[in-house]
């Protein structure tokens, strides 16, 4: 999963980057408004985190705009914490308002919930035949008994689930699967697909020639 992280202080920026990629996800990182909101409307995003006192364009405007063309999941993390700025934030289109100071564990809980929201799914698990996938624990078992997934592994595999039944291109899952400084090889999809395969069963993901990989229903 990618997220964009759009917050102005260095400090907390660094934390948020060094927190986000070690549950597992893909950064992108904006220090200002403007370079936040022209990230935002350029790639598919499974979420935002986005701070409100921002340089150049503040959080609320930077909402404003995006919500006229897009739909993705934002979590607002500001230390403006009021009634009337939470209100605000969520009137605006953010689909969630954490305050500064901040507890890991909880940013990682609202964020697994708005990607899981998004994709349609309520709950934190995807069974897939004898297959459990816990998003809570970032882990796949079979009948109880874990299964090692190295990180891209393990993201290439959520995303498949919670888009069970659809069609994923090549394309959408290097959107989501890499961040920005990635230099991701044009045969790399092909080469986690085929680590999954060997390690959860060869029939788990179908490859459709010329439309993308599914987990089929």
């Known amino acids: 999963m990618r997220l964009l ?10 934390l948020l980057i060094g927190m986000l990629e070690d549950d597992g996800y893909a950064v992108d990182v904006a220090p200002d408004g403007a370079d936040g909101l022209a990230k935002a409307q350029s790639w598919p995003y499974d979420a935002i985190v986005l701070d409100i006192m921002l340089p150049k364009v ?3 405007k930077l909402l404003e705009q995006l919500r006229e063309t897009h739909h993705t999941p934002v979590l607002i993390l500001s230390a403006r914490d009021s009634l009337s700025d939470r209100v605000l934030g969520l009137d605006l289109g953010g689909d969630d308002f954490l305050s500064k100071p901040f507890e890991r564990v909880e940013l990682l809980a609202r964020l ?6 998004a ?7 995807v069974t897939i035949g004898d297959l459990l996938l816990d998003m809570r624990s970032q ?20 995303y498949l689930a919670l888009h069970r039944g659809k069609v994923v291109s090549r394309s959408e899952l290097y959107d989501h699967l890499f961040d920005e400084n990635d230099e991701a090889a044009s045969n790399l999809l092909d080469v986690y697909v085929s680590y999954l395969r060997k390690k959860l069963g060869p029939d788990i993901i179908e490859t ?7 987990i089929p229903e």
């Open 5 to 14: 992280v759009i917050e102005d202080q260095p400090e907390l920026r660094r």
């Open 58 to 60: 503040d959080g609320w």
């Open 112 to 117: 697994r919930a708005l990607i899981r929201r």
């Open 119 to 125: 994709a349609g799914r309520t709950k934190s698990t």
């Open 139 to 158: 882990t796949v078992s079979r009948s109880g008994e874990g299964i090692p997934l190295t990180a891209r592994e393990y993201g290439l595999f959520q």
């Open 208 to 214: 459709r020639r010329g439309q993308g990989y599914v």
